[in-house]
């Protein structure tokens, strides 16, 4: 069935260097992608978003790279610091807010002094 | 911004009992409202769609007449449990979306502990 998945289920980086988070999807159609960072306890928080027809968007600190041809999106958090320790996940979803979000298994990001 | 809330925060009941989580979109109409369950160490799962004025649809696997949902109108909706059980212990995760991109949030969480 359609999923969205990710490469590493842990990810532990040094504090000043750059993470990147992979994510691999299986549908094809999907023309919406959105990361979120979900600390303990809590519900997720919006990153970055990204539609289909592009290939690299830019935030704060935040990169989000799609490549449509093997299916794959990543996120890298430059100069990572202690608050970007969280579990970060990659959606798929419709280009509408009534759409589903489709959640992919999660990337924990921990951050060595 | 936009904000969702939830309450309760977190709860614990009695295996058997019903517990009632409110979802509210405190400055914006959300006009459809998604419920997720989240296990430890796991992603969000989607349980069921609503919108207002309208039956919950759900997804494959939730049973319906257990996790009763009520969106009667454009700021909360509810999610029921009924006759808890331990293995319903979990995250319960609502999201709230206008006809917005610019207005979809998440809320906070409750935290369902069935003794």
């Known amino acids: 069935g359609e999923s969205v998945g990710l490469h590493l289920p842990t990810l532990s980086v040094q504090e000043g260097d750059n993470s990147i988070i992979n994510c691999a999807y299986s549908n094809s159609a999907s023309d919406y992608f959105i990361w979120y960072k979900q600390e303990s306890g809590k519900g997720p928080q919006f990153i970055i978003d990204?539609?289909?027809?592009?290939d690299k968007r830019q935030g704060q600190r935040v990169t989000v790279l799609l490549n449509k041809t093997v299916k794959h999106l990543s996120l890298q958090i430059a100069a990572t610091q202690p608050g970007d320790s969280a579990v970060y996940f990659c959606?798929?979803?419709?280009?509408?807010?009534?759409?589903?979000?489709?959640f992919g298994s999660g990337t924990r990001l921990s951050i060595r002094p | 911004g936009a904000v969702v809330s939830q309450h309760p925060s977190w709860v614990i009941c009695k295996s058997g009992t019903s517990v009632k989580i409110e979802c509210r979109s405190l400055d914006f109409q959300a006009t459809t409202m998604f419920w997720y369950r989240q296990f430890p160490k796991q992603s969000l799962m989607l349980m069921a769609t609503?919108?207002?004025?309208?039956?919950?649809?759900?997804e494959q696997g939730v049973e319906k007449d257990k996790f009763l949902i009520n969106h009667a109108s454009l700021t909360l909706s509810t999610l029921t449990v009924t006759s808890a059980h331990p293995e319903d212990s979990s995250f319960y995760i609502c999201r709230a979306a206008s006809g917005s991109l610019n207005e979809q949030f998440f809320g906070p969480g409750t935290r369902l502990t069935v003794l």
């Open positions: 990204i539609r289909s027809n592009m």
């Open positions: 959606a798929e979803s419709g280009y509408s807010s009534a759409s589903k979000i489709i």
């Open positions: 609503s919108n207002e004025g309208s039956k919950a649809t759900y």
